[in-house]
């Protein structure tokens, strides 16, 4: 049986772990974002241009400013979640989650939102980062290590215009739940950063530093709708490809079990 002090001491660690890279994340999210919500005004020439996508590109800093924060979020976020059902399951004697009292395993069956737009994220975050980073990163023809430089928003265009309903489906979950994700995120995490403010003593142990966070989901589902919005436009415009970059981009995009 686990000590009570041990036990609080490791969620608490998992909860360090969980909400320390999200600045991290959040930032790259808003860049990333930024260039489809830009589309909505200006177009795939528009998105293109912006500069804000070389400062995470290439191999050290994509994996320590966007992998490595993504995948500690993601585990400790796994972790804290196995923790408490097994702390439900322990409680009520049993190992069957279906036989708890009807309070605790709906708390169990029933996500929040934090999860119902965790889970699709965690589905669909690797075929995303695979279809758009990995794969077009083969050496082998007829890919031939597609650059960075070359997977522009034209290589987005080209994804909604031939597999049009496999890429909306997985644009706009990543999208809708990415941003509510952080919209009700951002509450607990400020209330994490505010804890080790006070342990610091940078903060007065009395201060509450509130922040409200009322219009935080009506601003979110703006957000949502403009990135939407750009991505449409983006779809809908014709953009001129050479032959060899046609090629190219249908076999990266073939590699993909997503897009077969």
């Not at 737009?117 to 031939?144: E, K, M, N, Q």
């Amino acid at each position: 049986m686990a000590v009570p002090g041990s036990e609080t001491r490791f969620m608490n660690s998992l909860t360090y772990a969980q909400h320390l890279p999200t600045p991290f994340i959040t930032t790259f999210m808003l860049i990333h974002l930024t260039a489809p919500a830009v589309a909505s005004i200006g177009g795939v020439s528009a998105a293109s241009q912006l500069l804000g996508r070389e400062y995470y590109h290439g191999v050290p800093q994509e994996a320590l400013l966007v992998y490595a924060p993504i995948t500690l979020h993601v585990c400790a976020s796994l972790a804290k979640r196995l923790v408490k059902i097994g702390r439900l399951v322990q409680k009520a004697g049993t190992s069957d989650v279906a036989q708890l009292p009807p309070k605790q395993n709906r708390s169990v069956i029933s996500s929040n939102a934090l999860q119902l737009t965790g889970y699709p994220l965690v589905f669909l975050l690797s075929p995303h980062i695979a279809t758009h980073r990995l794969l077009p990163s083969t050496p082998s023809p007829p890919i031939s290590s597609i650059s960075p430089s070359e997977l522009d928003f034209s290589f987005v265009n080209f994804g909604l215009k031939n597999w049009p309903a496999r890429s909306w489906i997985m644009y706009s979950v990543l999208v809708g739940a990415g941003i509510m994700h952080v919209t009700y995120g951002a509450p607990i995490v400020w209330r994490t950063i505010l804890r080790l403010l006070k342990k610091a003593g940078l903060v007065n142990s009395e201060s509450k530093k509130s922040l409200s966070w009322r219009m935080f989901p009506k601003a979110s589902l703006l957000g949502i709708g403009v990135v939407l919005l750009g991505m449409l436009r983006i779809a809908r415009e014709d953009v001129f490809l050479t032959r060899l970059a046609t090629t190219r981009m249908v076999a990266s995009y073939r590699l993909s079990p997503f897009y077969r």
